[in-house]
Every structure is written in C-alpha cells, then in structure tokens.
C-alpha cells in the first residue's frame, strides 16, 4: 500500500494520499485549499498514484477544502456521504459501500456525530489480507478525544443528540480489531475536538481503548462531558461549512 499523510499543522489538519502500490489506482481523503491543488496533483505524480476518486469523511467548518476543486480538475468523482446536503456534483457514500482501488479496498462506515454526514474509512490492503489495516476515523474518534457535536447544527437539542450520536459511533468504530491503526482528519490544538485532543496525528484502535477518556463513559457522562468541555468554535465555522456544502474554495 503506498501512503502520504499530508498536513497543515497551523490547524491541526491531515489529508490522506492512498493508493495500491502495485496498480498506482488511489484515493484522495479530505484535501486541504491551505495546501492547494497542485500539491495533491505533484505529491500524487511522486508517489505513483493515480487518483481515481477524491473522499471526503464530513462538510468541514473549520478550514476549507479543495475536494470539489481537485475533482474537477481531474475528472474523477468527489465521493462524500448522502447525508451530506451538498450542491455540488458528487457521489453519493453509504454504509458499509465498499470502494476498491486496485487492491486496495475502503468500506464505508457512517458514524455520524460530529455532523450528521460523517463517514469513516476502513482501509485494507487485500494483497497482505483482509482484516483492516487502519481507518481514516473523520472526526468522529480522535487521538485521547472524541469530535464535537455542535457545529453543523448549535442548537440545543440538536447538539444533544448529535452527541448521542457521537457516543454510538465511537463505540462502532472500537469494534475493530486493536492492531488497526487510527488516522483521524485532525490532531493537536484543532478546534474540532475536545481539550484531551493529543498533538500526535495517529495511534491505533487498541490504545485508544485504552488511553481514551471517552470510551469508558456511559451515556449520559459521555454526552455530559461532550458538552462541558467544548472548546470555542472555529472562527467563521457557519461561513466554511456553508462555503465547503457548496463546493468553493
Ligand atoms: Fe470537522
């Protein structure tokens, strides 16, 4: 499997270049506009990949992306969830869809939560196996946290049982084996998660167990501290989201 995890450190962002090593045939997950278009398209051409399809695991609100513009650009489909109320010209995800890239295979989860339309990516290399190898977690489960809840829809009840939501999907996603590991879209000081988000962009399932406050809580307490440590929101969060629904970068 070829793998190139590219980041923008200013706000605690990864994107994901992923591709069978054998065929070159990959994805793009989560491009970043503060890294651009012909980043991805340079770094792709480095690497040996030939991206086929550019994924996106929720409508971010707190950086803009590029997706809509790097699918364009190269003629591929912008793959993103149903439950995502996009305008733009994409291609609909659901659970448990199965993308294949060569060898390398990436079955949906929807685990939403962080917003309604958050996916998670299980990514297995079917030349080594078939158990998963990682998972590109969105911001649905972090490194020591979990994403909040609250800024597709503020709202109070809303953000209620977003978090619910929340604490199903994390739960879903520790049903993977531990070795698998976890690449979440954001890490460090992002403000898409909680005050316990560690400055390492990875970890793997099985410490996550572990080593992370929010997946030992019950109900209510999850739901409970969710709410009570929320950070302030990112600056401009309804302006991005609005801006990446609609596909401008
Ligand atoms: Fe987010």
């Known amino acids: 499997m070829i793998w190139q995890t590219l980041q923008n450190p200013e706000l605690g962002c990864n ?3 992923i591709g069978d090593e054998v065929t070159g045939q990959g994805l793009v997950v989560d491009p970043l ?8 398209v340079l770094s792709a051409q480095d690497l040996g990949i030939d991206i086929q399809m550019v994924v996106e695991t929720h409508v971010h609100a707190d950086h803009a992306s ?4 790097l699918a364009k650009a190269l003629g591929v489909p912008h793959g993103i969830s149903h439950a995502a109320p996009a305008t733009f010209p994409h291609q609909d995800l659901k659970d448990q869809e199965v993308l294949k890239f060569g060898m390398l295979s990436v079955e ?3 685990t939403p939560g962080h917003t309604p339309d958050s996916i998670s990516l299980i990514i297995r290399d079917l030349r080594r ?3 998963p190898w990682a998972v590109l977690t969105g911001d649905s489960l972090f490194v020591g946290d979990v994403g909040r809840p609250d800024l597709a829809d503020a709202n109070e009840e809303a953000v209620l049982e977003a978090a619910k939501k929340q604490h199903a999907s994390v739960h879903r996603l520790m049903g993977l084996p531990d070795g698998v590991e976890l690449w979440p879209a954001h890490y460090g000081s992002s403000p898409c998660g909680g005050i316990f988000m560690n400055k390492s962009p990875h970890s793997t399932i099985g410490y996550e167990r572990e080593a992370n406050p929010f997946l030992t809580m019950d109900l209510d307490t999850f739901v409970d501290q969710t709410l009570r440590l929320l950070k302030p929101p990112p600056e401009d969060a309804a302006k991005l989201r609005e801006q990446n629904l609609a596909g401008i970068s």
Not at 33 to 39: F, I, N, P
Not at 66 to 69: G, T
């Open 33 to 40: 506009e503060a890294l651009g278009v012909d980043h991805y």
């Open 129 to 131: 196996g078939t158990v």
């Open 108 to 110: 949906v989860w929807e």
């Open 15 to 17: 994107s994901y270049l």
């Open 66 to 69: 590029c997706a809509s513009e």
